[in-house]
Each structure stands twice: as structure tokens, then as C-alpha cells.
């Protein structure tokens, strides 16, 4: 099954709508409570990044009876050096995203502990790709 | 214990959400970083914030904390109460800081 949402840059008052969309089809689709939680938290993450980093994107879920496969494409400034991004605390958000609470650079390493796989790929002033997959079934 | 408990013990101010005034709580976690909340708070948690925008409920309902708490007298925004009653997520108020606050409801849920 695959569902696709788009992600408006800058409008922090839908941040968050496409995470809730897909938590409610999982727990449709009867996933794991445990894996849905974790799922929520990554991706809602990689969904504010692109809301408070890039331009707009487009998010695509592919859910099978195997895993949960998530892929985050934006257009955007890009990400210059990828590891020093997924560090904890390193942040280049704006006085006003940091203002609402956002900023703490803390979303990349919370991505990274919600899914079995992450793999970031960006090109600079063009735009991002975080791409992640978490198995349902134990391997 | 209930919501509502917490609401007549520690005398806080239900704005909305009343729906969720059934509420079970479990426990709490205190933070204003959004992304930290995200990382560790868990069902069932009451969320203890002085931040009080839409994004606070988005959180909340997608981490389906059992209610939020701000404090020092803020009030939350119109789009954040209204979430807030479509989620059945209660956002409650009280005057005291943040460090009383944890420590008021640290007590009674030790109880
Ligand atoms: N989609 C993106 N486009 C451009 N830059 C990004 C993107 N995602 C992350 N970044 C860069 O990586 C940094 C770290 O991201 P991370 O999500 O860890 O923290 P943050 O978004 O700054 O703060 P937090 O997530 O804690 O609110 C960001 O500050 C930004 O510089
Ligand atoms: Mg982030």
C-alpha cells in the first residue's frame, strides 16, 4: 500500500497533520502499537524538518506485510555536512523556530533511534532526502 | 489516577479538552523542547510546558499524553484549544513555575 502527502515549508500550523494521517492507518492496518510509537516519533521528526529546514516535500509511505518503508524528499537549502547534522544539539533553526520550542537538535538523533534503518542524502540548495524503513515482523 | 483528579488536588484551570477530564495518568514529563518531548514523553504522561501553540497539541495527540499543564499563568492559543477539544486532550493551567509544578504533581502521583 502506498500513501503520498505533501509537506508545506514554513507553515508550522499543519507541521504534524501528515504524521497523524499515517499513525491512524497503522493502527488500522493493526501494526504493532510499539512500532507504530516509534514510527509517530520519526516521522514526525523528518516531517517538521521540512517544515522548519526546507521549502516543501513530499512524503511516501509504502506499508507491506514486511516493513514499513518512509521516504522524505524536499526542496530545499540541503543539508552541507550530514554527520555533523545528526549530531545531538547541533541546530541551524531560525530565533523564531527556536522560540516555539523547536531547535534543540534533537530531531535527526531521534529519528535515527525510531527506525531500523535511516539513510539522509542532500544536495546542497536543492534539498533533502531522509529515508528510513522499520521491519513488522521480528527478523 | 484521573485527570480530573489532578485537576481538584493541585486546584489547576481546565481550559478545554474537557472530554479527556477521564484521562488515566500514569506519570509526567517536563520540558520545553519539543523535539525532547517527542523523544521522551510517553502515553498517558501529563505534559508540563510553558509553550502554548498549536504544535504542543500535534504532539500531544500523536504521543496521546493524558493532558498538558502550562504554566506560570499562560493560556494556550485559539488553534491549540481548539485541537484540544477535537482530541479530547485537556490543556490545564495553573500560576505556579514550572520547578513547583513538576514537584506538586511528583508528589501526588508518588502517593
Ligand atoms: N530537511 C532538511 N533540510 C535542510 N536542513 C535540514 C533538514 N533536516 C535537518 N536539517 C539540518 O540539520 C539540523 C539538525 O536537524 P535536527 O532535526 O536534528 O534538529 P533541529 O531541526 O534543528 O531541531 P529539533 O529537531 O530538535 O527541533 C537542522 O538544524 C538543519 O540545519
Ligand atoms: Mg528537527
Known amino acids: ?139 | 489516577m484521573k485527570v480530573c483528579d489532578l485537576v481538584e488536588q493541585l486546584n489547576l484551570k481546565v481550559f478545554c479538552g474537557e472530554q479527556g477530564l477521564d484521562n488515566e495518568v500514569v506519570g509526567g514529563y517536563t520540558s520545553d523542547l519539543l523535539s525532547d518531548v517527542m523523544g521522551n514523553v510517553d502515553e498517558n504522561q501529563v505534559w508540563i510546558t510553558l509553550q502554548t501553540h498549536k504544535n504542543i497539541m500535534a504532539i500531544a495527540s500523536l504521543k496521546e499524553v493524558a493532558a498538558v499543564i502550562l504554566v506560570k499563568g499562560y493560556k494556550p492559543e485559539q488553534a491549540a484549544l481548539e485541537q484540544s477539544n477535537e482530541e479530547g486532550i485537556p490543556i490545564l493551567g495553573t500560576d505556579l513555575e514550572t520547578f513547583e509544578m513538576s514537584g506538586e504533581l511528583f508528589g501526588l502521583l508518588k502517593k
Open chain 1, 1 to 139: 500500500m502506498e500513501f503520498v502527502y505533501e509537506v508545506e515549508g514554513g507553515n508550522f500550523t499543519k507541521a504534524g497533520n501528515a504524521s497523524s494521517a499515517v499513525k491512524k492507518t497503522m493502527k488500522q492496518l493493526n501494526v504493532d502499537p510499539k512500532i507504530v510509537k516509534r514510527t509517530v516519533v520519526a516521522l514526525y521528526e523528518a516531517e517538521v524538518n521540512i517544515v522548519a529546514h526546507a521549502y516543501g516535500g513530499v512524503i511516501t509511505v509504502n506499508v507491506n506485510a514486511e516493513h514499513i518503508h518512509i521516504v522524505l524528499d524536499d526542496n530545499g537549502p540541503g543539508i552541507p555536512d550530514i554527520d555533523l547534522a545528526m549530531q545531538e544539539g547541533f541546530s541551524t533553526a531560525s530565533s523564531k523556530v527556536r522560540e516555539m520550542g523547536f531547535g534543540a537538535g534533537m530531531g535527526l538523533p531521534n529519528i535515527k533511534k525510531n527506525v531500523d534503518e535511516l539513510k539522509v542524502s542532500s544536495e546542497v540548495d536543492k534539498g533533502t532526502r531522509v529515508e528510513m524503513k522499520t521491519y513488522l515482523k521480528n527478523q
